[in-house]
């Protein structure tokens, strides 16, 4: 199932994709929902952020060939960072560059979103309960302020720095996301969660025992080598294998708006 949250004609909804069409849902898909009987074309509407999270937590070195090619050794435990819910956005929004960063990369990321509340879960404990589904994800990062600052969040917290999307896609093996990541149409990443150092399960118990998690929280897994510099005008797609397609383009804060 893939739950999509869309603009149609002046109103926001929450529906379920069937082919072409969006049916919009009567409830909640963090709770019970309906699914209703008067369909919208996806053509027709504004795709938005599939969920609003109350954070975005993201996951440093997680893939072992994305340590190596920054130079960092891989960590012992999941090394995290948040990202504020006022960076983010969805498919077909633009990425702005800040004027005081001279290096921005995309990062494409397989991102989790959080089903019910999760707080102090066991080693052993059965996550699937806790997880509505998975979205692709482009954690922006301005490479130069990272390098600067001692810590992460200037430069993972500028607004649009968190593509999230297009939808989030339910019924998918957590150990087997296959993500390919596009710069300009040409392959730049690609990666797979088998290949994650903490996996998603073990990430979802090990951050729910630093801080609640809360229904549509966001937790980016991280990024596999071949992360690089974007430059005004440029397209980024984060594909993932029974998701689909999270497309961005990043711009000047200037620069017009393509419609
Ligand atoms: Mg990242």
Redesign the pocket.
């Known amino acids: 199932m893939k739950i999509y949250r869309f603009r149609y004609r002046k109103r926001i909804l929450t529906g379920i994709l069937k082919e072409e069409f969006l049916f919009p849902i009567v409830g909640s898909v963090f709770g019970d929902f309906k699914i209703g009987a008067s369909p919208v074309p996806i053509s027709e509407v504004r795709v938005l952020p599939p969920v609003l999270p109350t954070k975005v937590i993201?996951i440093?070195r997680n893939y072992r060939d994305h340590a190596q090619e920054l130079g960092n050794p891989v960590p012992e435990e999941p090394l995290i960072f948040l990202k504020p819910s006022t960076a983010v956005i969805g498919h077909l929004d633009r990425i702005v560059h800040p004027a005081m960063a001279s290096r921005v990369d995309y990062?494409g990321?397989v991102a989790v979103v959080i089903k019910k509340k999760a707080r102090g879960l066991g080693d052993d404990a059965p996550v699937s309960d806790f997880i509505l589904g998975y979205a692709c994800f482009n954690?922006v990062?301005a490479r130069d302020l990272q390098k600067k600052d001692v810590q992460f969040t200037r430069a993972k917290s500028f607004d649009t720095f968190a593509a999230l999307g297009p939808c989030v896609a339910t019924g998918l093996d957590p150990a087997a996301l296959h993500l390919k990541t596009f710069l300009n149409g040409k392959l730049v990443q690609t990666g797979n969660t088998a290949n994650l150092i903490f996996s998603i399960p073990s990430l979802v118990r090990f951050l729910s025992r630093v801080m609640t998690l809360n229904p549509g929280d966001v937790i980016?897994t991280?990024?596999p080598a071949g992360i690089g510099p974007m430059t005004p005008g440029d397209r980024v797609d984060v594909q993932v294998e029974g998701i689909g397609v999270l497309s961005n383009t990043y711009a000047r804060s200037s620069d017009k708006e393509e419609t």
């Open positions: 993201g440093g990062e990321e954690d990062t980016a991280g990024t």
